[in-house]
């Protein structure tokens, strides 16, 4: 059977013994609970109905998952984000800026990852089927309120699954015999929130005014199910308003907006934003005794008001005034979903579903910005305002579907079937007018003009993954045994735009097998029930899997309209004032080859076509769970992941014999290792009669030898449901990816795909220390119907690194020359062993004080939030440019926050 998580009641019968009946029996997503009863010799009719603590120990599965049932959801302190998952999962890694006090910052685009997996490798999925689209961008959020449990697949996957990386699936809530409502509401402001400046931040330059705060965050959400026609169709409808505003440092709006210089307006400070609605509708129809038919449709409305504000709208950290941030949209973020299951017999079983992810995100124009006005970057300070340096829009809709026979016996659970989907990508980038002026101190400079207008549409069709797999169980031991083949064809349909500014019209040819890859990748494992009473597993797995791809990755960078030269930059010398660019005051174009299809790069026949060539790695598991006592089991694991078909880029002009070798004495400087004052060796500069060579090719690592990465670690987790609903979760990883990338390419360097000199030769391999990370959740009752819980979290401190601009003057004693094509400086890209200097740890402490109020049977609860209790100041970014600036921080943990809340339960 395919039974959703919940609790449920078994019924043991046999003729000539006395039926018994197993109460409170707790199921969550893919576990096999068993299930041992003691029947009596009596008659049918007389019932046991006898209790106990539900199964801790799965001595079948081997797949390491984290489920977080719905009632730790509405429990324990969270924002219940993408980053609320990784709070309450020991080893999973988000970026330290990700790190968010009580939904600070909003919904945020993250990339998860656990045990050396890739961020891009993520997958969020509803009722086991796919929503993400290229793996991890932020749209579509299901709502948490109408999930019966979130169930984290973290490794040891089946041949169901085509990544190695985390999936989160929702599972969500059916409606039932019986009308059942919650309405939850939270909220904070910026009198809620402290301040956490302490003086080591203060003795590093930072000040009040210099920090982000909290304007308002709120979370409005309900739902409702029950019959539609009793024991036939039932619905479940969820509706969530959720948002937050943060006044961010040192941002203001432009008081002269209408002119061409900007002018800090104080008593008008700039807010990132965000709006978000979710409406939910889920229908289930059980057609016949054994047809049944799940209907879900999401629709979605988001607003980042001010998108870029803090990271810059161009998405790389440049200073952005409001005005020339994005207001972009999500709309349609649409989710619907049809599913079908069929128990034909008692062993056999057929499922099938489709589903959708109809997406469309625009970054349009903020108010007081109109088509015409131009984005301006004042280069003094690198500031950016006027306008954004593009808008557009961007379609990102995928189709998926499934189908599943599975086959049942005493001692084997056979399951075939595919998974299927394809992807749609269309982008508009365009900049006000095709062109982006530069100025420095007020006075113009320079003007970039681009190819206008442009439209890029990219294909994946299909992305195929075919499987069968048995898990065969012999006494104590079982086997999961898995094929998985996977076909991804990606391409470019032919492309026709109109003329612009700047370019006539163009025509561009279809692109086929942009990528063709077909792959091949077992899935073995085993799990031994070690003494045979259930409650002690050793399991052991080894797999394989593909790597993340999308219309984003390889479609895209093949795509005539991207590897068209879509800028040039033109020197601007306004004599007159008028800030109109004129024929006259304008210098030549940077390069002639503006808006020409020069394909620069290339892509070999045996990194796009083929079997195996897509990257690819293997995970190896090995784990020991036991259950301590009833209720509580803890659980050892071991986990290696090793990644290979690596691609590089040789530029096929240039050859290692082409560089010339150099040495850099560093400033003396107590805050570097050593204190400084050593010579950096192993850097590289072209010579100037290659300078500007390029015809580049990107091929496999294999091609010069093997850039690896691999990753070693160690997770101790606990699992506990105590008495009165005591709960207790979390636990410590350790683990490090050790990463080498030294086969010399074009640069001797050897770093990466050998087209960086600029890191010195010795840091090609790195190997960081295993560093723990400590999560730990908990709900404990008090008296009085009241509820206390808490989430901790322990991080390693970011790592800290130290790029360097060298001037001419210092590179040529040792270099013998000038820098080449007339360069003044370079930029290595750091100056010291990376991985060997940390900041301290980020530890965090939330906590939540609930009080429980029953009226007839609603329960009423309401809520104390405190988040970051310890009011930490943890650094969360630095400037990493070498200098006098070099170690400030650039930002810290959010200060402690008080939120309120409240939840009805009906």
Request: aromatic share 10%; hydrophobic share 35%.
């Amino acid at each position: 059977m395919n039974l959703t998580p919940g609790r449920y009641s078994v019924t043991f019968t046999l003729t000539g013994f006395g039926a018994v009946k197993r109460e409170g029996v707790e199921l969550p997503a893919n576990f096999t609970a068993p299930i041992n009863v003691e029947l009596q010799v009596g008659e049918l009719q007389e019932t046991i109905t006898v209790s106990g603590h539900s199964p801790m120990v799965d001595t079948q599965n081997t797949s390491v998952r984290n489920v977080i049932p719905k009632a730790i959801l509405d429990s324990v302190p969270t924002n219940k984000t993408l980053g609320a998952w990784a709070a309450l999962t020991p080893g999973m890694v988000v970026p330290a800026t990700a790190m968010d006090v009580g939904g600070s910052k909003g919904e945020q685009s993250l990339r998860l990852a656990i045990h050396g997996g890739h961020g891009g490798e993520q997958r969020v999925l509803v009722d086991g089927m796919n929503t993400s689209g290229g793996g991890s961008d932020f749209g579509y959020i299901p709502n948490p309120a109408s999930a019966q449990e979130v169930s984290l697949e973290l490794g040891a996957g089946t041949a169901e699954a085509m990544l190695g990386g985390v999936l989160i699936n929702f599972i969500p809530k059916d409606g039932g015999n019986r009308y059942e409502g919650f309405l939850s509401g939270s909220f904070a402001n910026g009198s809620m929130q402290g301040s956490n400046l302490s003086d080591e931040v203060r003795a590093r330059g930072l000040t009040e005014l210099s920090v982000n705060r909290v304007h308002d965050i709120w979370d409005y959400n309900g739902t409702l199910g029950g019959p539609i026609v009793k024991d036939s169709l039932w619905f479940f409808t969820a509706h969530r308003r959720w948002g937050n505003s943060t006044q961010v440092a040192g941002i203001f709006h432009n008081a002269t907006q209408d002119g061409w210089v900007f002018t800090p307006d104080h008593d008008r400070p700039g807010y990132s934003d965000f709006l978000q609605r979710s409406e939910s509708i889920r229908l289930t129809w059980q057609a016949s005794t054994r047809n049944k038919i799940r209907l879900f449709f999401d629709y979605q409305n988001h607003c980042d008001c001010h998108r870029g504000l803090d990271t810059g709208s161009a998405g790389n950290g440049t200073p952005t005034a409001p005005e020339a941030a994005h207001y972009r949209k999500y709309f349609p973020n649409n989710v619907p979903q049809a599913s079908w299951s069929f128990p034909a017999t008692n062993r056999l079983l057929v499922e099938a579903g489709a589903s959708a992810r109809i997406f469309i995100w625009t970054n349009m124009p903020e108010p007081g910005v109109t088509e015409n006005t131009i984005s301006i970057t004042e280069s003094s300070n690198n500031f950016l305002y006027h306008a954004a340096p593009n808008y557009g829009e961007h379609l990102s809709t995928q189709a998926n579907q499934r189908f599943a026979v599975s086959y049942i016996t005493g001692s084997h659970a056979f399951k075939t079937g595919l998974f299927m989907l394809q992807e749609w990508r269309r982008q508009t980038d365009d900049p006000n007018l095709g062109v982006t002026y530069q100025f420095r101190n007020g006075r113009p400079t320079q003007l970039t003009q681009y190819v206008v207008p442009t439209k890029e549409w990219d294909r994946i069709s299909p992305d195929l993954g075919l499987y069968a797999q048995d898990q065969w169980t012999m006494k104590r031991l079982t086997l999961n045994l898995g094929l998985r083949f996977d076909y991804l064809r990606g391409y470019v349909p032919a492309q026709h735009l109109p003329e612009g500014p700047f370019v006539p019209a163009r025509d561009y040819a279809a692109i086929d097998c942009v990528p063709c890859w077909k792959d091949l990748s077992p899935r073995l494992s085993a799990a031994y029930d070690l003494f045979g009473s259930g409650k002690t597993a050793v399991k052991v797995s080894v797999a394989r899997f593909v790597g993340q791809q999308s219309a984003t990755g390889i479609p895209s960078l093949n795509n005539p309209v991207q590897t068209t030269v879509k800028s040039a930059t033109r020197s601007w010398n306004d004599p007159n004032n008028d800030f109109i660019p004129q024929e006259g005051e304008l210098g030549p174009l940077s390069n002639s080859n503006f808006g020409r299809n020069t394909v620069a790069t290339r892509y070999s026949p045996d990194v796009l076509l083929g079997f195996g060539n897509r990257d690819y790695n293997w995970q190896t598991g090995v784990s020991v769970q036991h259950e301590l006592f009833a209720g509580v089991a803890t659980t050892l694991s071991y986990f290696h992941t090793a990644w290979y078909n690596f691609r590089v880029t040789d530029n096929l002009l240039i050859t290692p014999a082409d560089y010339d070798p150099y040495c850099l004495t560093l400033p003396v400087d107590s805050r570097l290792p050593d204190g400084g004052g050593n010579q950096l060796c192993g850097l590289y500069n072209i010579t100037p009669t290659k300078f500007s060579s390029s015809s580049n090719l990107v091929v496999p690592d294999s091609n010069f030898g093997r850039q690896t990465e691999k990753y070693n670690g160690v997770d101790l987790t606990v699992s506990a449901r105590l008495r009165r609903g005591a709960t207790l979760g979390g636990g410590l990883s350790s683990g490090r990816t050790a990463t080498a990338n030294c086969s010399v390419i074009d640069s001797p360097s050897g770093v990466g795909s050998g087209t960086n000199p600029n890191q010195p030769l010795a840091f090609c391999a790195v190997t960081p220390p295993f560093q723990p990370r400590v999560k730990l959740n908990g709900v404990y009752p008090l008296p009085w119907d009241m509820q206390i819980s808490g989430l901790f979290q322990s991080n390693p401190g970011i790592p800290i690194t130290a790029s360097y601009v060298a001037t001419n003057a210092q590179v040529q004693p040792s270099l013998g020359r000038a820098l080449s094509g007339g360069a003044s400086t370079v930029t290595i890209t750091n100056i010291f062993q990376p991985q060997t200097m940390f900041e301290h740890r980020i530890n965090q402490l939330d906590m939540r004080l609930t009080k429980n109020v029953k009226v007839g049977r609603a329960r009423v609860q309401g809520q104390l939030d405190v988040y970051n209790v310890l009011n930490a100041s943890a650094i969360l970014g630095i400037n990493t440019r070498y200098g006098p600036a070099w170690l400030t921080p650039t930002e810290i943990l959010g200060a402690r926050l008080v939120k309120v809340g409240a939840q009805l339960t009906f």
